[in-house]
């Protein structure tokens, strides 16, 4: 079966410092995988995605993530965190074109 | 920027009535979807349509629920009778060549049944 596991509920993380949400998945078949940012009361909006190729994927607002297959992870990365990155986190698989199975996504608290 | 766009943000129906949300997707995009999320919840997979037929739908998409793409534009989520638990946040999006575009996501309708 497919799945997707975010497995905190909550990171904290200080101004400055480098930040990884945690994502492990499980797929049969290729995985394509994906992360999607939520501000309060906002839809989601796409940061990166990996398909193909490289395991280390750059996406929007400069976030990374690092796809590795023989520990079914796709980790968020930030070298140096923004109090406006405080948002909700979204890992997601999409499984057979038809649909998206989401984490139960990640709370990032930047403080100054 | 091209983008998704839902009507209404919000909507407020008492038990029993039927709701439509209504979602514009981005205009050459084939494929659609809804989710949903509940308060404080994951986002939870209701159905995908391409070709102007459902492609896949979950458990949660029964008979109450059912989508129409009345035109060339608009893409509709309709529940006929609503229940209490059908409050949530209902996301529409849609998406040009999955996997190799990303799906686009509305900002979502907000249904209150009371």
């Known amino acids: 079966a497919q799945s997707v596991a975010q497995p905190e509920d909550q990171v904290n993380v200080a101004e400055g410092n480098p930040l990884t949400v945690k994502c492990t998945y499980s797929?049969?078949?290729?995985?394509?995988l994906f992360w999607y940012v939520q501000y309060p009361n906002r839809g989601l909006q796409f940061l990166l995605k990996?398909?193909?190729?490289?395991?280390l994927v750059k996406g929007s607002y400069g976030f990374e993530a690092e796809f590795n297959k023989s520990q079914t992870s796709f980790h968020l990365k930030k070298p140096s965190a923004l109090v406006s990155d405080s948002a909700l986190y979204f890992c997601?698989?999409?499984?057979?074109?038809?649909?998206?199975?989401f984490g139960s996504g990640t709370k990032l608290n930047v403080k100054p | 920027e091209p983008e998704v766009t839902q009507t209404p943000s919000h909507q407020v129906t008492q038990m029993g009535q039927e709701v439509i949300l209504r979602c514009v997707p981005i205009?050459?995009?084939?494929?659609f979807y809804w989710y949903r999320q509940i308060l404080g919840q994951k986002v939870e997979f209701l159905v995908s349509?391409?070709?102007?037929?459902?492609?896949?739908k979950s458990e949660i998409f029964d008979d109450q629920f059912s989508v129409e793409r009345p035109d060339g534009s608009n893409f509709t989520l309709k529940i006929r009778s609503t229940k209490l638990e059908d409050s949530a946040m209902y996301f529409c999006?849609?998406?040009?060549?999955?996997?190799?575009?990303?799906?686009?996501f509305g900002q979502g309708t907000r249904l209150t049944v009371v």
């Open positions: 999006a849609s998406s040009d060549s999955p996997p190799n575009t990303e799906a686009f």
């Open positions: 797929v049969s078949g290729n995985p394509y």
């Open positions: 990996y398909i193909t190729g490289d395991n």
């Open positions: 997601a698989l999409l499984y057979n074109f038809n649909k998206f199975y």
């Open positions: 205009s050459n995009h084939l494929y």
């Open positions: 349509f391409y070709n102007n037929e459902i492609s896949e």
